[in-house]
């Protein structure tokens, strides 16, 4: 290990740091599972709490998490519990903002693969508008099947910080977990330990403020900034909260919720900033740093002068609970919450949507076949479709391996939806001698 690396640790003032090499060293790394509220089973995971968040569980140890079915169903999120800290941040800014005469706006910029996104969704207002952006395309499917299996309506956007123009003033939340040097992933990540150089640093720290500096352009006056980074030096953590603050203008906020034995605040030489540190072998979990800073001024959320309707409105299909409207999207029936048809329609002109709301099919002649995406809604209605409940683990996965499977008799014939364990698991179309997997198949699970 670098012994620069070392240097810098000593210098942020407590002994957790000068503990950490032994600790990354010994490479024993806590398992944890975020637990969905909208999903309820008696075959959840069970284990130890994770103090920062009522739905996070310590597991004892790592099982087999590609052949569990629930999983794939969305009931849980697999997610280090460093991360889950993220949902108290969040919940923190939207009770200090209140009521909000329109929908709240949330973007997540540095979205992928998701857990951060979906522990959001889990604490914002039911009708809020929930962007999450990831500007790598390879990363950006992984991103939009993880929020698709957590079941809520999305905006799934591939942009560039530098490249959102027009959305001024627009969002009421944005969440920045920036990309970073890595420091926090270095007990299961030999990478970040053989890259590790103050020049990375450097570097990392001049993409960080350029990234927070475009975003803040979009985040209304009064509106509430999450920064994230999975590193322990100042470079990229004060340093940057300094920025924010000083050079943009914003409060530092405290978030009591994570005022928690093992969370550490600011590193020496920083007057006691309202930041929160997780460090390895202080908390289990990987390293972390989250600050929440409130815009200087206060003026509601602003809608671009211009932009063009989404897309066509299509006829009622009437496939989910609540005001949705349906509409085609990139070949695709969506279905978007009636009161995101403006707001979603600025954001996907804007920041190149690749999904918009609840995937609901698509059609073939004068069939809809059914997406998976509508299988896994929460708002999916239950006397859409009849259903079959798939009582054994082994025909679940071979549904999720895309295999063909066997219903039981008296299955209806047409499009019939799967569950296990009381879940949705999947659509199939029932022919009669047999059934059709219509498990995606980039989703499916190649392991045995």
Sequence with gaps: MDGRFIEMLAALGHEAYTRLPEVIADGCVPVSVRINPARRTEALPQGRPVPWHSGGIYLDSRPAFTLDPLM???????QDASSMAHAAAVARAVELIGHTAEPMRYLDACAAPGGKTTAAIDVLPAEALVVANEYDPRRTSILAENLAKWGAPAVVTRADASAIRGLDGFFDIIAADVPCSGEGMMRKDSVAVAQWSPALLAECAVRQRAIVDNLWRCLRPGGFMIYSTCTFNTAENEDIVRHIAY???????SVPALQCPGIL???????????????????????????VLRKHGDEPARMPRRFKPLGKPLADYNMLDGPYIYMSFAGRIVALPTIHCATASAVAEVMHAVECGITAGTMKGHDIIPAQQLALARDLRADVF???EISDTATALRYLRREAISLSAGTPCGHVLLTYGGLSLGFVKNIGNRANNLYPASWRILNR
Aim: proline content about 5%; charged content about 15%; hydrophobic content about 40%.
């Design 72 to 78: 794939h169903q969305g009931a849980y999120y697999v």
């Design 247 to 253: 050079d943009l203008g914003a409060d530092i906020v």
């Design 265 to 291: 605040g600011s590193a020496a030489g920083y007057d006691g900033m309202a930041v929160y540190r997780f460090v390895p072998g202080a908390v289990e979990g990987e390293g972390q740093f989250i600050a």
């Design 386 to 388: 009849p259903g079959c």
